[in-house]
């Protein structure tokens, strides 16, 4: 019975593994770009790999010829840690210029976009809810909510999961409680102020889902996506009409990894759909020569079409945070419980095993030294979408809601649920162990003056939403750039 078992057990890993390696079966409409002809006519051409682009993929008309291209590569093959839930950190750091499924933004800010087949989804912590219906409201989009509503079913049922919360998360579920973030409303996709268990990204087995699964349900004979394909412009063409001349868009021009150029252009109506991001379809409008005319002018480029709000709004989620070291390593995790105060606080937590390097014994005898990998644990807060300048908190709205999110996190770190994680001192005293910047000394007190923490809320990490106010017709902007506002989660 034991050898069954153990042999049963062996084919599942086997399968897993070899699904890893194989990939999932959009592979097979999957193609270096190199491939592809100097041109190419098609019904459809979509620049980039957000979850909006692959859904329209699948309400096209099957006769559409469809081309997607994307930027990076496919994340399978040779990065087995991308697609697992504890190669998220290796996956932000190990940035390169060229072939990194996180790409750093150019600010000195530290921000990434998705690099690869899948978007951010592809490199994010996984977490997803549905957004605040304030924001419906306010987003400057009419929405259709029951269909809208339908649509993101078949998404969370393709890449969506429960999380099982263990030693870590149900601690800060519980602290978020005793801190009065209450009541829990259990596990729910729903917008909910207070304590709920949020959808995660990566399944029982800790393997991530992005949005490139949604190319499993897109019909092969219809559809090729192009990777390692850099879009460096959309074409814009004029044509007669009975009112006068109008632009509209005829295709895009690409290059691969060996340089050469290609032309992706658009039947007779068809169209081109930009699908590449907060930053990215904003930054490829304005290399057309689609946005306000002074700014495309001060950089020599032609003005196909002055649209003066592109690229000028940048709204952002920032986030700080404090990490520990527990007297015993918890559950590697990522945003699995979530708690939304009513004065705009999304308080998160996460673990993760960190590698901490250490300096060489003397210096003249160099001897490299394996790292000491430590598992950490995270409680941060992220506050709803005040616009970037790179000068995140000048505006003291912002600052209040930083300030009193942080000192939530101090409620938080008081309650009975957190001692378990604290290490027993002499005399009877505990303590947590800090890794990077602690609260404030005072954390202990009513920090009614708040100067402290707003200094502390200058420590930030970022995730971007660049507004673009897409252009009416052809191309259509098709991602969250186009929102007035940032969702707050």
Not at 10 to 31: D, H, T
Not at 141 to 164: H, M
Not at 213 to 230: C, E, R, S
Not at 231 to 236: A, F, I, N
């Amino acid at each position: 019975m034991h050898l069954l078992c153990l042999a049963a057990m062996l084919v599942v890993l086997f399968n897993n593994f070899s699904v890893l390696q194989r990939g999932p079966s959009y592979m097979r409409f999957v193609v270096n770009s190199t491939e592809f002809p100097s041109q190419d006519y098609h019904g459809c051409a979509i620049v980039g790999s957000s979850t909006t682009g692959y859904t329209f993929t699948q309400s096209l008309p099957q006769s559409y010829r469809v081309l997607l291209l994307e930027l990076g590569g496919v994340p399978y093959g040779g990065k087995p840690k991308l697609m697992t839930r504890g190669g998220l950190l290796s996956t932000l750091t190990e940035v390169d210029e060229y072939d990194s499924p996180a790409q750093a933004f150019l600010s000195e800010d530290g921000v990434h976009t998705g690099g690869i087949l899948g978007g951010s989804r592809a490199i994010n912590a996984g977490f997803y809810s549905l957004a605040d219906p304030d924001f419906c409201l306010k987003s400057d989009v009419d929405w259709d909510l029951a269909l809208d509503n339908q649509s993101y079913e078949w998404v969370e049922k393709e890449i969506v999961f429960r999380p099982e919360l263990r030693n870590w998360q149900s601690a800060v579920r519980d602290g978020l409680l005793e801190a009065g973030v209450d009541p829990f409303h259990g596990f729910t996709l729903d917008h909910r102020v207070e304590t709920k268990i949020v959808g995660s990204t990566f399944d029982g087995a800790g393997r991530r889902h992005s949005s490139a699964d949604l190319l499993n349900n897109a019909n092969a004979a219809n559809i090729k996506v192009a990777v390692y394909a850099n879009v460096e412009r959309v074409l814009v063409a004029s044509t007669a009409q009975l009112a006068g001349p109008r632009q509209t868009t005829i295709g895009v021009v690409y290059w691969d990894r060996n340089g050469k150029y290609h032309h992706a252009m658009v039947r007779p109506n068809g169209e081109v759909l930009l699908s590449a991001g907060a930053i990215g379809s904003p930054q490829l409008l304005l290399l057309s020569g689609i946005g306000p005319r002074p700014y495309l002018s001060s950089w020599g480029i032609p003005v196909a079409y002055h649209l003066p709000y592109v690229g000028q709004y940048l709204y952002d989620n920032p986030r700080n945070g404090i990490s520990i070291v527990p007297p015993m390593p918890p559950e590697q995790s990522l945003i699995q419980v979530v708690g939304i105060t009513k004065v705009g606080a999304y308080l998160e937590a996460a673990s993760n095993v960190v590698p901490f390097s250490t300096p060489p014994r003397s210096v003249f005898i160099r001897t490299p030294s394996p790292p000491l990998y430590i598992t950490v644990a995270t409680l941060m807060e992220k506050i709803s979408g005040p616009m970037v300048r790179f000068s995140y908190f000048s505006d003291p709205v912002n600052v209040e809601k930083c300030v009193n999110g942080t000192r939530k996190i101090g409620e938080i770190l008081r309650t009975r649920s957190m001692r378990y994680f604290m290490f027993r001192e002499w005399f009877g005293s505990s303590r947590f162990r800090f890794v990077g910047p602690p609260l404030p000394d005072d954390q202990i007190g009513l920090l009614s003056d708040g100067k402290v923490l707003q200094a502390h809320c200058h420590h930030y990490m970022a995730s971007p939403r660049w507004l673009c106010c897409g252009v009416i017709g052809s191309p259509r902007v098709v991602d969250g750039s186009t929102f007035a506002i940032s969702p707050a989660n």
